[in-house]
C-alpha cells in the first residue's frame, strides 16, 4: 500500500510536523493562471461544470506552490442549481438567486444530484488521476444554513437577514429546506468520495450569525445529520466541519456533530483552541494579514504554528484567500510553515 496522505494522517489524529498546508479558495482571481482560464470559461458556473476547466484551476496552485492539499474547484451553490433554482454569478456582485418562498419548497427535486452534478463528479475522478500520489483531494459542499442564506435572500447580505427571519418566524419551513438540503448534501459528497475525494468539507460561512437555540436547530442538526448519512454510506469517510463564527460553541458543535476535524476561523485564538477542542484542526491565519507586512504576516504565522506543535494540526487561513493577495506573501507563509 502506498503511504498514506500527510493530511489524512492529521484527520486521524497524527500530528504531524511541520504541518500539511493548503489554503481555502486556493484556486482564484489572485493567481493570473486562474483568471486567464476564467476568460476563456465564459460564466463562472461554466467554469465549475466543465471538467476540462475546473481540473486545470484547481491543480494551478498545486503546480506553484506545492499545497498538501488540493479542492475540487466548485461552488456551494451549484447544490441549490441542481435542486431546480435558478443560479447566476454577475460579475464583480457575487451569486444571485431567485429567492425562494416556502411555496417553492416542494418542486425542490433531491433526485438531481447526480445527473445535474455529473461533471463535477467527472472532474474528481480526473482530478485524482492527475495529482501528485501525495496530494490530499479534497471534496466540499456548503453546510444546509449557509446554503439556505443564499437560497432565501438571493445573494449575500450582510447579515443574513432574511434566512434568519425563516430561523425565528417560520422554524417548520426553515426545517423543510434543512431536511432537503441534507439528504442533497448526503447524495452529492458520497459521489465525490465515490469518484475519488479523500476527504470533504463542509462550509457553514454564517454559521455564526445565530443565536444558541437557532445554532443548534440549524448548524449542529443539519451537520449531525449530513455527519451520520455520509458514514452510513461510506463507513470511515473523513469529514472536516467550518462552522465560521461558532467562537465558545465550537467544542460543543464538534461533540454533537461527530466531525473528525474543524477548520477555525482566524477570530478564534490558536492557544484556546488547541486546549478545548477535541479534534484536529485547521487554520487560522487571517486572510488579511497577506496583504501587511511581512512582519505581520510571520508573526500570525508562527502564533499558530505554537499553538498547535505537537497538536494534529493542518495550516491554513482563517477564510478564503482574498483577490488582492500577493503571491510573494503566499510564498512567505508556505516557506515559513514548512521550515516548521
Ligand atoms: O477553495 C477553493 O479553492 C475551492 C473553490 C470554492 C469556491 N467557492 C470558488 C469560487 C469554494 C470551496 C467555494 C465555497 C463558497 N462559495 C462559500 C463558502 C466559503 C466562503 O468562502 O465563505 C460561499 C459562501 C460561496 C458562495 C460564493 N461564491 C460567493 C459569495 C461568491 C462571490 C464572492 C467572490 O469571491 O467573488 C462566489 C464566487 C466564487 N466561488 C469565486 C470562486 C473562485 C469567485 C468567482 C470568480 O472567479 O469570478
Redesign the pocket.
Known sequence: MTQQRSLMKVLSGEAVWPPPVWF??????YLPEYRAV?ADAGS?LDLCYTPKFAVEVTLQPIRRFGFDAS???????VVPHALGRDVR?E?GE??RLDPISEADLSSLNVGRIASHLAPVFETVSTLRARLPAETTLLG?C?APW?VAT?MIAGR?TDDQGPAKHWAYAKPEALDRLMDILVEASVDYLCRQLDAGADAVQL?D?WAGSLDVRAFERFVVGPTQRIVAGVRARKPGAKIIGFPRGAGSRLPDFVRKTGVDAVSLDWSLDPVWAAGAVPVPTQGNLDPIRLLGSNEGIDAGVDAIMNAFRGKPHIFNLG??ITPEAPISAVERVLARVRAG
Request: avoid cysteine; aromatic fraction near 22%; hydrophobic fraction near 45%.
Open positions: 481555502m479558495r486556493q484556486a482564484g482571481r476564467r463562472f479542492i475540487l474547484f466548485s461552488d456551494i451553490l454569478f460579475v457575487g451569486p466540499f456548503g449557509t443564499y449575500g462550509f460561512t477564510h478564503g
